[in-house]
């Protein structure tokens, strides 16, 4: 028995491992160095961090050299860090391309070219600036040059799929005239391209990349920083603290846990990877499924980037796009992630119930108050950035830096009053602080580099859009879509889904919000409806989410599915059969902006929305799960259906019927949900006696 429990354990950390794997592979680069190139790297990394460190208070640079500076440093740790082929094996003279041991002089100097390309605006600003439109030649050539080479940077560290996508956009700008009439584009000049491109602030430079550099990082940063603290472990055991000992417990804590450092995280997979850890094994312990425990975990990882303040470095994009403050980004994403994330947690209560679960013993846990107390100081930065935010109403790059100060302190203060408690060397302790916060730093930068790279990339498609082609797209969809707005919105989730297999979130939502945003807002009012354009934003962000974990490509199943042991499709397949609770919010605020709480000042209003939304994802949780204090009969999960609709979209009934007001519908709603619970109890209570 012993040696079995052994073989259990040590298969539990090879899964962890592999996930480990997978997870520092999409994020940190797949290289394993020695020698200087293993100090090299971190060490960029570190100054990247500190550079972005000294923007808010230290160093006044103009945006654009910003801009510049932090593609360079994306685009240098990504060629030092990724070879060219992560998979395919290259010998002899060719073995340079697959070698993940050491760095070939050919990346180094790939490194140093695209650097040059990356800062080439920045040394020559005043006089591009001054021919702005009319390219030398040998702004042409650093041009094109700054192009390729960013784009083998995104292959590299964030596959062919992005590479594909942009291809596609520049090849539509130069052959467009030669296209079918339907979808003919006038075409452009490599003058005007490279002009728009890679010397304006329209195209690689553009807003994307200014929020990344200026806003994204710091919160990033801040997020390492944290986990590097202990922050990570105290979410994960005051989740299971809390939550552990009920029906299905492992997976109620893992679905907070996730939620809490999905706060700071901004990363699907690097939250799969933190918390899954010890929620899989967990969950499987109490009687889920292999491939159920890493679905749970993959759908609370990724719907963690629908949570503030991070938000998947989306929120800070999103207030850009939209010329909104970040608070209101923040305040209209409030109630979608919140219900969403209450509504997995009854996922989970509900797939406990379908299998007779129990919970873990309390012994087995945590204890909540030593557990809260023990770790109350990681929550001060987080208090403290949310009183920079809303209380002080400070920018949010600001707010972070200072936060990131606080945390600083706290990380030192730790060590130090462990250290005394425990009759510890203070100076020890406080060489751990140093190295604590040197960690962070490289993780900040390492975790930046595919974000940095990506947003460039994904620029390059914004500017070849507002070349012209944008009027294009919109003609385009509408005749697709037919004067259907259902229909557009379903080609717009689809292309989101499809887009978001082979992108990152951030990158995925630039692409698709340049591209369907102003065509939903446009035909939206074509068709009779006054779309809001931050709800029109943010249905993309959602779907761009939903996309990491749609099979084939989504990482963060396959990392859930190493640690769980379990197949990575069937996997994905049931982590996105969870998440379509979220698939439907997005449909849903389009047509009724109050979930996003837009004009809506009263505080018993904002209950009311909130109460209406949770019980709509109870009811639509229960009908999809065919289950809600027992099996569904089909008109039960009908009226679960109509449930839905009903507290989510009550000015549809109120149009249809003439008939009382919204708040009257949700009422009715209520009525019709506590209807069925009625219905269902005798049902429940006979089949508990019969297991009893």
């Given at each position: 028995?012993?040696?079995?429990?052994?073989?259990?354990?040590?298969?539990?950390?090879?899964?962890?491992?592999?996930?480990?794997?997978?997870?520092?592979?999409?994020?940190?680069?797949?290289?394993?160095?020695?020698?200087?190139?293993?100090?090299?790297?971190?060490?960029?990394?570190?100054?990247?961090?500190?550079?972005?460190?000294?923007?808010?208070?230290?160093?006044?640079?103009?945006?654009?050299?910003?801009?510049?500076?932090?593609?360079?440093?994306?685009?240098?740790?990504?060629?030092?860090?990724?070879?060219?082929?992560?998979?395919?094996?290259?010998?002899?003279?060719?073995?340079?391309l697959s070698n993940k041991d050491r760095i070939h002089f050919i990346d180094y100097t790939l490194a140093i070219l695209a650097a040059l390309a990356a800062l080439y605006l920045a040394i020559n600003y005043v006089s591009l600036s001054t021919r702005q439109g009319a390219p030398t030649t040998t702004d042409i050539i650093v041009g094109i040059a700054l192009v390729v080479l960013l784009l083998e940077a995104a292959r590299r560290s964030l596959g062919p799929f992005l590479v594909v996508v942009v291809s596609v956009?520049?090849?539509?700008?130069?052959?467009?005239?030669?296209?079918?009439?339907?979808?003919?584009?006038?075409?452009?000049?490599?003058?005007?391209?490279?002009?728009?491109?890679?010397?304006?602030?329209?195209?690689?430079?553009?807003?994307?990349?200014?929020?990344?550099?200026?806003?994204?990082?710091?919160?990033?940063?801040?997020?390492?920083?944290?986990?590097k603290a202990g922050g990570g472990k105290f979410f994960i055991d005051l989740a299971f603290s809390l939550l552990g000992h009920y029906k299905g417990g492992p997976a109620k804590a893992a679905v907070l846990a996730s939620g809490l450092t999905g706060l700071v995280s901004g990363s699907s997979i690097a939250n799969t990877v933190?918390?899954?850890?010890?929620?899989?094994?967990?969950?499987?312990?109490?009687?889920?499924?292999?491939?159920?425990?890493?679905?749970?975990?993959?759908?609370?990882?990724?719907?963690?980037?629908?949570?503030?303040?991070?938000?998947?470095?989306?929120?800070?994009?999103?207030?850009?796009?939209?010329?909104?403050?970040?608070?209101?980004?923040?305040?209209?994403?409030?109630?979608?992630?919140?219900?969403?994330?209450?509504?997995?947690?009854?996922?989970?209560?509900?797939?406990?119930?379908?299998?007779?679960?129990?919970?873990?013993?309390?012994?087995?846990?945590?204890?909540?108050?030593k557990t809260l107390f023990g770790g109350l100081h990681f929550l001060i930065p987080m208090f403290y950035l949310i009183y920079e935010l809303m209380i002080l109403r400070h920018s949010p790059e600001l707010s972070a830096y200072r936060s990131i100060q606080v945390l600083a302190v706290l990380i030192v203060a730790q060590n130090l009053v462990k250290a005394h408690m425990a009759r510890k060397s203070l100076a020890d302790s406080f060489k751990l602080s140093l190295r604590q916060i040197w960690d962070a730093l490289v993780a900040g930068g390492r975790n930046m580099m595919g974000i940095g790279v990506a947003v460039a990339a994904a620029g390059i498609i914004v500017g070849v859009v507002t070349m012209g082609l944008g009027g294009l797209i919109v003609e385009v969809i509408d005749t697709i879509a037919g004067g259907n707005i259902y229909l557009l919105l379903v080609i717009t989730a689809v292309a989101s889904l499809i887009l978001g297999m082979g992108l990152p979130t951030t990158a995925n939502y630039i692409v698709m919000a340049s591209l369907t945003v102003p065509v939903i807002i446009t035909l939206g009012a074509d068709y009779g409806l006054v779309i809001p354009v931050i709800a029109a934003h943010l249905f993309c962000f959602f779907f761009g989410i939903l996309a990491d974990d749609t099979p084939p490509v989504g990482l963060a199943a396959y990392a859930a599915a190493a640690i769980a042991k379990s197949d990575p499709i069937k996997t994905g397949i049931q982590g996105f059969t969870y998440d379509i609770r979220t698939a439907i919010l997005p449909f849903m605020f389009i047509f009724n902006s109050d979930l996003l709480l837009i004009g809506i000042h009263s505080w018993w209003h904002i209950a009311f929305i909130f109460v209406s939304g949770v019980l709509a994802m109870f009811a639509f949780a229960a009908m999809t799960q065919n289950y809600f204090i027992i099996k569904n009969r089909i008109y039960e999960g009908l009226l679960l259906g109509l449930v839905t609709f009903m507290l989510l979209r009550p000015q549809f009934f109120v149009d249809c019927f003439h008939f009382a007001n919204k708040i009257t519908w949700s009422l009715i709603g209520f009525a019709l949900f506590g209807l069925v619970y009625l219905v269902q109890l005798p049902r429940a209570r006979v089949a508990n006696r019969e297991k009893i």
């Open positions: 028995m012993a040696k079995t429990d052994k073989d259990h354990d040590q298969t539990i950390d090879d899964g962890a491992r592999a996930a480990q794997r997978i997870a520092e592979e999409a994020e940190f680069g797949s290289r394993r160095l020695s020698g200087i190139s293993r100090y090299l790297i971190p060490c960029i990394a570190a100054a990247w961090s500190l550079f972005q460190l000294s923007l808010p208070q230290l160093i006044m640079l103009d945006s654009v050299y910003i801009r510049c500076v932090h593609l360079a440093f994306a685009i240098v740790l990504v060629y030092l860090s990724y070879p060219a082929l992560k998979k395919k094996q290259t010998k002899g003279i060719f073995s340079f956009f520049i090849f539509y700008s130069f052959f467009g005239s030669y296209m079918p009439d339907v979808i003919s584009f006038k075409g452009v000049s490599l003058s005007r391209f490279i002009s728009q491109i890679t010397i304006s602030t329209e195209g690689i430079y553009g807003i994307p990349l200014d929020v990344s550099a200026t806003i994204v990082f710091l919160f990033v940063l801040f997020g390492s920083m944290l986990d933190t918390t899954g850890t010890f929620t899989i094994p967990l969950m499987k312990s109490v009687g889920y499924p292999d491939y159920k425990a890493g679905a749970v975990e993959v759908a609370a990882s990724t719907n963690g980037q629908l949570m503030p303040p991070i938000m998947g470095a989306a929120a800070f994009i999103i207030a850009e796009y939209c010329n909104l403050k970040y608070i209101e980004v923040v305040k209209a994403a409030f109630i979608p992630a919140i219900i969403s994330y209450i509504a997995l947690i009854y996922i989970t209560h509900l797939e406990a119930s379908k299998l007779g679960m129990r919970g873990l013993p309390r012994d087995q846990l945590p204890r909540f108050f």
